[in-house]
């Protein structure tokens, strides 16, 4: 073990990026991808020796009792504290290896990256969706709670993670906005004891996968960008749309720009619901995978680099790139949504809600015109929270 993580270290830090592709590793870092490579395998190594030194301690001290007393977990065998130290080393690694792949190899998101996180809880390891740990950290520099759970999404019509905000180990929620806030605080009361915390959208905090200087090179070569947000799906369900409909809203908005990008996540692309767009001769990217920690990276760049984006349905996505200066449309069309596993139904009043916010939602995105509104940035701030919205990286050429 030592001896693989010591190579992974000295190749990624002295001689080049490490791509996973067909059972070997291309390496072709320039100068600045090296010195960003020597800082975040730092982080890395730094993040996976104290997660092994946490390991050694509930080996020797008594598994999760010290971290989180009462709970059902307290009661975890050795081998399973050693298989999620396994997976530990497992996620470090491959988060060396997704370190210098871009958004424009989509292919190279076809396996998530197993994730886990210390005690071994859902609300612990959600933290590390996306990358939203490394964005909360970026807001809160040294007031960071480091005991905490971070809500994953934006989620509407009151809905709360129950068993996650109630885990005995946390002492802090991160969200988005007062609306979850007040969400929260309708489920568990007002005497609920645990900070919660407003940020705002999670990806204004997120630092850039590339370079000023690489993305403006980008944008001088790309041009004037329409980029696309399919409706996307997941492990457990999967999202049905009339295509035909969609691609011809696409060609329609198409002929005002130089370049159209298809931004997909990595599971439908495992699942070859890019071919059509591929087809069209429509361009794919990706962000990354859920469990990817540079996927709200890739993101934003994705979406500074864009001149408009567009969806066929509600997401977190709408906000982040309204907070980011890039103005979004969402063509309204339905969506059928196939669960693969029996699972809660919503009530008819809290559907009712969520028809009423997406409604909202929906009235102030409906035109394709390239501009922010007033009206969208209530309607965002409202939502994802607080924000400000800044020039992008090729606003000041002097930079």
Not at 137 to 165: P, R, S, W
Not at 296 to 312: F, K
């Amino acid at each position: 073990m030592g001896m693989i993580l010591r190579i992974a270290s000295s190749r990624i830090v002295g001689q080049g990026d490490i791509v996973g592709r067909s059972g070997y590793f291309s390496l072709n870092l320039s100068a600045n991808s090296v010195m960003r490579g020597r800082l975040d395998a730092r982080r890395t190594l730094k993040s996976l020796v104290a997660d092994l030194r946490f390991i050694r301690k509930q080996l020797c001290g008594g598994f999760f009792g010290d971290t989180c007393q009462n709970w059902t977990l307290t009661q975890i065998m050795y081998k399973d504290v050693l298989k999620y130290s396994i997976w530990g080393i497992l996620y470090h690694i491959m988060r060396l290896f997704r370190m210098h792949v871009d958004y424009f190899h989509p292919e190279r998101f076809s396996h998530d990256i197993p994730l886990y996180a210390y005690p071994y809880l859902p609300g612990i390891l959600g933290n590390k969706c996306y990358g939203n740990i490394h964005a909360i950290k970026n807001a809160t520099g040294k007031n960071f709670h480091k005991h905490c759970m971070i809500e994953h999404g934006l989620y509407f019509a009151e809905y709360v993670l129950k068993d996650e905000c109630i885990m005995p180990c946390i002492d802090t929620i991160y969200t988005y906005s007062n609306y979850r806030k007040n969400a929260i605080l309708k489920e568990f009361g007002k005497n609920f004891d645990k900070e919660i915390i407003m940020v705002g959208p999670y990806i204004q905090y997120a630092d850039y996968f590339k370079s000023k200087d690489k993305l403006k090179a980008l944008k001088a070569q790309l041009g004037k960008i329409l980029l696309v947000f399919p409706t996307h799906s997941f492990e457990d369900c999967d999202d049905l749309y009339d295509f035909n409909q969609f691609s011809q809203c696409i060609d329609e908005m198409a002929k005002d720009y130089d370049t159209v990008l298809i931004s997909m996540i990595g599971y439908d692309i495992q699942q070859g619901f890019d071919k059509k767009y591929r087809n069209k001769g429509y361009r794919i990217v990706s962000s990354g995978t859920r469990n990817d920690p540079y996927f709200l990276n890739r993101q934003r760049d994705l979406m500074e680099l864009a001149d408009m984006t567009i969806s066929n349905n509600i997401g977190t996505h709408i906000g982040y790139s309204i907070c980011l200066g890039t103005p979004h449309y969402i063509f309204n069309q339905d969506i059928t949504s196939i669960k693969k596993a029996a699972s809660a139904q919503a009530s008819d009043h809290l559907q009712a809600i969520r028809d009423r916010e997406y409604a909202e939602i929906k009235a102030v995105f409906n035109s394709r015109e390239p501009i922010i509104t007033p009206e969208q940035i209530a309607v965002v701030k409202k939502y994802w929270g607080p924000f400000e919205i800044k020039p992008k990286f090729y606003a000041n050429t002097q930079e």
